[in-house]
């Protein structure tokens, strides 16, 4: 009878793979020891979740300043009209009699438009409570262009027609949909006009919104100076060219005529803008009145309030554009 064999082979490998196992679980967890206790040197950050804003290096913090073609949070973003270029023309101003006042003295008369108005009544309420006359100059077909000329006429502020024209860089500069173009014939400036008119019934006057291009042909601003004075309103030229024919054939139609001697906020600046305001008033005293346009921006509002209160102690009378215009 044979003695069954031990199998001591089979148990030596079986003990072998053991072992192994036991060395290589020593090892990983070795270098794993190794690697908490090391530093990563240039290893890249962990990736936050997407719903985790990393901020932002403080060498980076204030290196960009807000611009007006910059993406806003929707509770600060301006209207869309805000971010047309302005169209801006200098120009020597002329000595010319003004409708009332006396020349070269040292007291004047000014008067302050707002153009642009129509997008924000809240807007209209913050230059009506600084409680000194101003004029308002509604684009027409702005969303809130009928409440700004209710609230104004409430208010007692005076208004004005404020009329989209082609500018030089059309149609790769943007203009309201209701605009007047140069290829349009008389009927449909007239038709555009009458619309204008029907949105803003209690305006006394005008005057251009942009139009660099149109205000330059005598044909066209014939066709919309026979309209205003057909219907009895001023027109105000805003000099946007300095080739601009709107002053002059006012003049010879005998519409009611004036223009546009400084832009108060071509840059978004107090400083700025105090500084256009002071040309302003040293033009009123030298020719006894003179016209000031700026826009609905913060910064211009915030000026305003600040600095038109202190101009009657300056020899300067605040009043509405109708004043100035002969």
């Known amino acids: 009878m044979n003695k069954p064999r031990n199998n001591r082979y089979k148990q030596k490998q079986g003990g072998s793979r053991i072992a192994a196992l036991a060395v290589v679980a020593v090892i990983v967890l070795a270098v794993g020891l190794y690697l908490m206790n090391t530093p990563r040197g240039n290893a890249p950050p962990p990736v ?87 004029t308002f100059s509604i684009i027409p077909g702005l969303r809130h262009d009928r409440e700004v000329a209710d609230f104004a006429a409430q208010s007692g502020i005076e208004t004005m027609i404020h009329i989209p024209m082609q500018s030089k860089g059309w149609p790769q500069r943007r203009l309201e949909a209701n605009g007047l173009l140069l290829a349009m014939d008389d009927a449909a400036i007239r038709e555009h006009m009458g619309d204008y008119a029907l949105r803003i019934p209690r305006a006394l006057g005008v005057n251009n919104h942009m139009g660099s291009e149109f205000t330059e042909h005598e044909d066209k601003m014939r066709t919309v100076l026979g309209v205003l004075k ?46 256009q305001l002071g040309q302003a008033v040293r033009l009123a005293k030298r020719n006894g009145a003179a016209i000031a346009i700026c826009h609905p921006h913060p910064a211009t509002i915030a000026t305003l309030a600040e600095a038109l209160p202190t101009l009657a102690g300056q020899g300067i009378t605040l009043v509405a554009v109708s004043r100035l215009v002969r």
Not at 73 to 87: L, S, V
Not at 240 to 260: C, D, F, I, S
């Open 48 to 134: 936050p979740p997407p719903h985790v804003v990393t901020p932002p290096h403080a060498q980076d913090q204030g290196a960009r300043r807000p611009s007006e073609s910059a993406p806003l949070a929707p509770a600060t973003a301006r209207p869309a009209h805000k971010e047309y270029p302005k169209e801006t023309a200098t120009t020597e101003e002329e000595e010319e009699k003004p409708a009332t006042g006396r020349k070269g003295g040292t007291h004047g008369q000014l008067a302050v438009i707002i153009d642009d108005m129509g997008s924000s009544l809240q807007e209209a309420r913050a230059l009506a409570g600084i409680g000194l006359p101003v």
């Open 230 to 275: 057909g219907r009895g309103l001023f027109f105000v030229d805003s000099v946007t060219t300095p080739q601009t024919v709107g002053l002059r054939l006012a003049r010879e139609m005998g519409v009611k005529a004036g223009k546009r001697n400084v832009f108060l906020d071509n840059e978004q600046d107090g400083a700025y803008i105090r500084g």
